[in-house]
């Protein structure tokens, strides 16, 4: 039996110094590296597809099968790029990795280049997080001075350079095309597939897109070997992840565990979910599995396993394992609608269902919250997401629409409410962690 | 104002990183920030001069992104998330009170051009809800009251710190960084704060590990 928890990312972030190199070089770190430039690159690429490591960015796609579709035969350089944008609204786990243990990701990320033959490589990370980017510059930096970075590495012959990128704000700019049209100097806006990035990412040349957790997991994998990875979690959704608690709930934070873990026992070892400042109990009301593209769940699905294929057969996505919880003091109407603006806000413009449809989705929305519509406009609403999922260009979109109809689907008599009161029912100074009259 | 000599050097210094020019755009908008306080028509032309891009092309990049600003800035970016989670949290609460003691509305500079302030999207730091930023740095856990103090102590020149970062520096300081020129302050502040730490917390106490390599 795995235990409840199992840190392996997280296990190194309370060392003293844990950002910088000698801390990392004490636990063994950089040693995963030279057992995989031991390995042949197909080896490696192998030990990453035994293991199942699926996407931690959102999809799960299995990894190694990703880094198997770049053709090696293909004349262009073969390029890997790091996506640490980490902007889905909930989403909070790649970040406090880079701050921590930034050599987690770096040493992942040779070994992943090698593994794919890549001799640059780029981390993408979102701009508005300085100290993440200070840490990364550094570590990268250190790695460099240390001979795991640069000309003939640890002596193998192998070469890789390691480009720290900062975007400039745009979630968009995380889904993968956008990002390598943003690092490319461009607009971020998602490209056209097939071609797939495999074969033609950035400069038209075969490139690996990977999430941050992703590819922090790797050393652990050539470390311990793919059967420890596979050994954990459950028989499709292998291994461990981090699981993002926020919101009402005692003890938020990182909770890495074994894949199939339940809302229910994190929220055991979270200490539940949080009193009110004046002691009183609350309850659960809705939470977000995967972030707010996610469809919301409630209290009905604290015993889903939080697992690729559960989540999924329960009618939401695990997505970037962000779970936001809300009590019974947060009006279901207002999150979405402030969900709504946001993917408004982020609309890259390129596709007419998100451009057009997110705008027209706030102005209903905004009208129900103000108890101002009517019980069409539920109807209305659903058929608005209709014409964007499946309809958009890109997944961002398609996620616009999650918090809508799951809300309509669990919380329709909530939207009536406001209809019936001509206004919102809820006090939003409940929800608030403080006793403070707002001015 | 025009860009100098050591600035065109600098930005033809980012995009030498790149396999390809173009790629140091992003951060060569960071840089031109960083030195005019906003992207100025200077500053545009000067990236389009070092790519060989028309100024439209770069023009038409730097209004995708929110982070490039068209108007002067104040030395201290204040950001509130106001995203759904720390929105609920007290976001709300934290934007309308500062807005209101600054006198300012969302996008707006103090008359003393100290402060800017805006309202900003999920800042990846939800556990750390409600948040505020400055200058791109986290300030967890805030109140209104303590993010009154927090503006407070910036306009009058009081140090402070991020929470898990450094002594808070100037806007356009932050944007050289961005630019990728290191600041030397990597070293500063904690590993991690609580929140991150939870769950490894909670491990250690029980004995909890990963079980032990093939
Ligand atoms: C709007 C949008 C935003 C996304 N943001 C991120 C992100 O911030 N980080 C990330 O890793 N993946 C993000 N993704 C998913 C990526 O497109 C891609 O699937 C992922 O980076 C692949 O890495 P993985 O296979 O390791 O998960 C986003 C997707 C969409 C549609
Ligand atoms: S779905 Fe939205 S974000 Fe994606 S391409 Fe269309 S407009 Fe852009
Ligand atoms: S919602 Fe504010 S940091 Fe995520």
Known sequence: MTDTLTPVLTANWADDRSWTLPSYAARGGYAALDKALGMAPDEVITAVKDAGLRGRGGAG???????????????????????????????????????????????????????????????????????????????????????????????????????????????????????????EG??????????????????????????????????????????????????????????????????????????????????????????????????????????????????????????????????????????QIFDETVCVVRAVLRWTEFYKHESCGKCTP????????????ARLEAGQGSAEDLDLLLDQCDNILGRSFCALGDGATSPI??????????????????GCPFDPAKSTLFEEVPA | MSIDQSTYDELREIAARYPQARSGLLPMLHLVQSVEGRVTPE????????????????????????????????DYLVGVCTNTLCAVMGGDAIFERLKDHLDVGNDETTADGKITLEHVECNAACDYAPVVMVNWEFVDNQTPSSAVELVDDLRNGVERH???????????????VLAGFNDGLADEGPSAGAPSLAGLTIANENDWKAPSGD
């Open chain 2, 43 to 74: 500053g545009i032309q000067a990236c389009a001069d070092v790519l060989g891009l028309t100024e439209a092309e770069v023009s038409g990049v730097a209004t995708f992104y929110t982070m490039y600003k068209r108007r002067p800035v104040g």
């Open chain 1, 354 to 365: 998100c451009r057009e449809g997110t705008w027209w989705l706030v102005q209903v929305l």
């Open chain 1, 405 to 422: 109809t799951s809300s309509i689907k669990y919380f329709r008599d909530e939207y009536l409410a406001h209809l019936e009161q001509g």
């Open chain 1, 61 to 183: 796609f299995p990894t190694g099968m990703k880094w198997s579709f770049i053709p090696q035969d293909n004349p262009n350089p073969k390029y890997l790029v790091v996506n640490a944008d980490e902007s889905e609204p909930g989403t909070c786990k790649d970040i406090p990795l880079m701050m921590a243990s930034p050599h987690t990701l770096v040493e992942g990320v040779i070994i992943s280049s090698y593994a794919i033959r890549a001799k640059v490589a780029f981390i993408y990370v979102r701009g508005e997080v300085l100290h993440v980017i200070r840490r990364l510059q550094a570590a990268v930096a250190e790695a460099y001075a240390a001979g795991h970075l640069g000309q003939n590495i640890h002596g193998s012959g192998y070469d890789l350079d390691l480009v720290v990128h900062a975007g400039a704000g745009a979630y968009i700019c995380g889904e993968e095309t956008a990002l390598l049209d943003s690092l």
């Open chain 2, 162 to 176: 991020s929470t898990r970062g450094p002594r808070l520096c100037t806007w356009r300081q932050a944007e050289r």
């Open chain 1, 186 to 323: 461009r607009r971020g806006q998602p490209r056209l597939r097939p071609p797939f990035p495999a074969v033609e990412g950035l400069y038209a040349s075969p490139t690996v897109i990977n999430n941050a957790e992703s590819i922090a997991s790797v050393p652990s994998i050539i470390a311990n070997g793919p059967g420890w990875f596979a050994g954990m979690g459950t028989e499709k959704s292998n291994g461990f992840g981090i699981f993002s608690l926020s919101g009402h709930v005692t003890r938020p934070g990182q909770y890495e565990a074994p894949l199939g873990i339940t809302l229910r026992q994190l929220l055991d070892l979270a200490g539940g979910v949080r009193e009110a400042p004046n002691g009183q109990a609350r309850e659960l009301k809705f939470w977000t599995p995967g972030g707010s593209s996610t469809p919301l769940f409630t209290a009905e699905h604290l015993d889903v396993p939080l697992d690729f294929e559960s989540v999924g057969a329960a009618g939401s996505m695990l997505g970037t394992r962000a779970l």
